[in-house]
């Protein structure tokens, strides 16, 4: 047999193969809705995660014995879960509704065929096994009209995007609409440069695209100066224009699965900041929905608090009583009520809980404007991780350990340093002018360790004017002379009275940070390392301890407790945000974490609310932060140079009002 035919030979097989695997899969989901079905009648949750893991480790062990790598079978699993957990939320969401079950639907959505917002409304009806009439809309307010006249049964609207952030006009058009959330679904935005065939991005000249994907493509864009940008009113229109056009100058940005309807090319892939681009999508309709109890469910509300001091946490701490997770706080102005905001809240329960229902009739009290916006089904699905030993990379030495760690922890539970038992004074941290704990409230900038020799007095400067009072460095282990570097602006830090804080990223970075920081930040990324802890518990100088965003409060004490078990006592803690089950990349300001580890704790703590927050939410989250009695904050500025200033005036107005 020759070559030619051999290979055909293989590649025919691999075709049959490919073949039976779509069958079984098929068969699988189908499967997985008759567990959905069982799950009806005795009202068990949709997840059990225990299952899962055992479910994965024995597939990995079977995937090992037949030559297969452990990632790769988890990571083709992790998938084939998240389909039948999705699978199996639609069925059971469906047979409690069944007055909106219908063979088709009328989606409106924004701009045309191609556009992300009808991709994301494909893959929702494709998930419901229904057709969808699709309806384009120009603006937000069209998809809302069309859905509130009837000429829509659903609307989707992109509520936020990990990379530029929460969209304020969404918020604004859900003020005042009587139209009820019913669902949320999310999808990864591949941000690509689409041109018609045999075009090179040397040609370009002009890019279409909508303000959003400009946004978050802002670096790639910020490379090629000789692009002429063109506004779009959505990505569809973009590839339209370029497919209209006789230009081959011309581009747009858009999806290559959106482009390949205006028979356009991706000529260039990833354009996005971030690696990860996701963009979430709600799901309005006339009619609210119930939700079963045994799906995870969210509740969206907006309320408006009364303008005394405190007035939002008191509303939060309401939420902290009845154990409701907020995993997203929102703040948008009020229309003719100058400085008056309204707060968009997404709460991670069920309406129908009794403790949903106790803490609205205690928000009802004290709010002067509270309306419930919906309840649907959360389609986050969390990917269920194994262990190292799990995945058989290393000896399975846990249970051992667990134990020997457990008898710890009893033998010492009542001797923990940081706890008020054994210390019944707050602890304060002084270092020159910056004071934290016992009263005190400081503010820190944590900025990239410039670059040019010219930016450092400068920076320093309007950092000190704008009301900080130390300069956290990061970024050493990305500069080639990065000692020099900290010299340099470590002067003009001092020169204008304001503090070096060096965070350390990297375990190796340690030495020269401990030389040349007046304190230290241990990243939460290094939280579990305990030798890098154990040798800055041996340091005389001020540490600041990050919180893991994957770490219990629990966890991050006893983190806390090796540094100070090794002498040094100046120890600060700092709250970053959390990773939770509603968002795989952003974080969520775990506030409650606050409030307890003020309860438990004579550490000074931090908050660093800007991994957690939009530039519209900073200012509501330092503040909540600021009155539920943190010690201070952590304001980050980005790398680019060029959004200095404008983060400046952000962060100089928070420090304003929290002074004030």
């Known amino acids: 047999m020759s070559k030619p035919q051999a290979l055909n030979q293989t590649r025919e097989q691999i075709t049959a193969l490919d073949k039976e695997l779509l069958s079984l899969l098929a068969k699988r989901r189908n499967l997985s809705l008759d567990v959905a079905r069982s799950k009806e009648v005795d009202i068990r949750p949709i997840r059990d995660t225990q299952r899962e893991k055992e479910l994965l ?57 191609g556009s992300y917002s009808y991709l994301a409304a494909s893959r929702y009806c494709d998930r419901r096994q229904v057709d969808m009439q699709d309806l384009g809309c120009k603006s937000f307010d069209e998809i809302i009209q069309s859905v509130e006249s009837g000429h829509a049964d659903y609307g989707f609207l992109p509520i936020e995007n990990t990379s530029s952030g929460s969209i304020n006009e969404v918020y604004d058009v859900l003020q005042h609409t009587s139209l009820a959330i019913v669902g949320e679904t999310t999808i990864e935005v591949d941000h690509c440069l689409l041109a018609k065939g045999g075009s090179t991005t040397k040609e370009i000249k002009t890019v279409y695209a909508h303000p959003q994907p400009i946004s978050q493509c802002s670096r790639y864009l910020s490379l090629h100066p000789e692009f002429k940008l063109e506004y779009c009113s959505s990505s569809a229109e973009a590839m339209d224009r370029v497919m209209q056009s006789d230009d081959s100058s ?64 008191e509303a939060l701490l309401v939420l902290k009583a009845h154990n409701l997770n907020m995993s997203k706080l929102e703040s948008r102005p009020i229309p003719g009520t100058p400085w008056e905001e309204m707060f968009y809240l997404d709460l991670d329960a069920n309406l129908s809980s009794s403790e949903m229902q106790s803490a609205l009739k205690e928000l009802e009290r004290i709010t002067r404007f509270i309306k419930v916006l919906g309840c649907y089904p959360c389609e986050t699905v969390n990917p269920t991780q194994l262990s190292n030993s799990q995945l058989m ?34 602890t304060q941290i002084s270092s020159g002018q910056l004071q934290i704990g016992d009263g005190q409230f400081g503010a820190l900038a944590l900025v990239s360790l410039p670059q040019e020799n010219e930016l450092f007095s400068q920076k320093a400067k309007s950092l000190k004017e704008a009301g900080f009072q130390a300069v956290i460095l990061e970024g050493l282990s990305r500069q080639h002379n990065a000692e020099h570097n900290i010299i340099a602006f470590k002067k003009s830090l001092y020169q204008f009275g304001l503090q070096c804080i060096i965070s350390v990223e990297h375990e190796v970075e340690l030495k020269l940070a401990a030389e040349h920081g007046t304190l230290l930040l241990i990243t939460g990324k290094q939280m579990h390392n305990h030798s890098l802890l154990k040798q800055v518990g041996s340091l005389h100088m001020p540490v600041i301890l990050e919180r893991n965003t994957m770490a219990s409060v629990e966890e991050y004490i006893d983190a806390a407790e090796v540094i100070l078990s090794q002498g040094n006592q100046q120890l600060i803690l700092c709250e970053s945000g959390i990773r939770t089950f509603n968002d795989s990349v952003k974080p969520v300001l775990d506030l409650a974490a606050l409030v307890e580890l003020k309860e438990l704790s004579h550490l000074p703590i931090l908050v660093n609310p800007s991994y957690a927050s939009t530039p519209t939410t900073l200012m509501a989250h330092s503040i909540a932060a600021k009155q539920l009695a943190a010690d201070g904050l952590i304001l980050n500025f980005s790398s680019n140079n060029d959004a200095f200033d404008t983060e400046l005036q952000l962060h100089c107005e928070i420090l304003r009002r929290l002074y004030q």
């Open 393 to 426: 990379i290393e000896p399975d030495t846990s249970r051992a350990h667990n134990v020997d760690n457990s008898r710890d922890k009893q033998a010492n539970s009542r001797h923990l340093r940081s706890a008020k038992e054994h210390k019944q004074d707050a």
């Open 250 to 313: 011309v581009a747009a940005i858009g999806s290559a699965e959106g482009g390949a309807l205006y028979q356009l090319e991706a000529i260039q892939n990833e354009l996005a900041n971030q690696k990860i681009n996701q963009s979430r999508f709600i799901v309005v309709a006339r009619k609210a929905i119930a939700v079963p109890k045994q799906l995870p469910a969210k509740t969206t509300l907006i309320m408006a608090t009364g303008q005394k001091p405190g007035a939002l946490v």
């Open 57 to 113: 480790a024995r597939l990995v062990k079977e995937g090992r014995n037949q030559g297969l790598d452990a990632h790769y079978v988890i990571s083709l699993y992790q998938n084939i879960i998240e389909d039948s957990v999705l699978s199996q939320q639609a069925y059971l969401q469906g047979r409690a509704n069944p007055d909106s079950q219908k063979q088709q639907y009328c989606v409106a959505y924004l701009g045309a065929r």
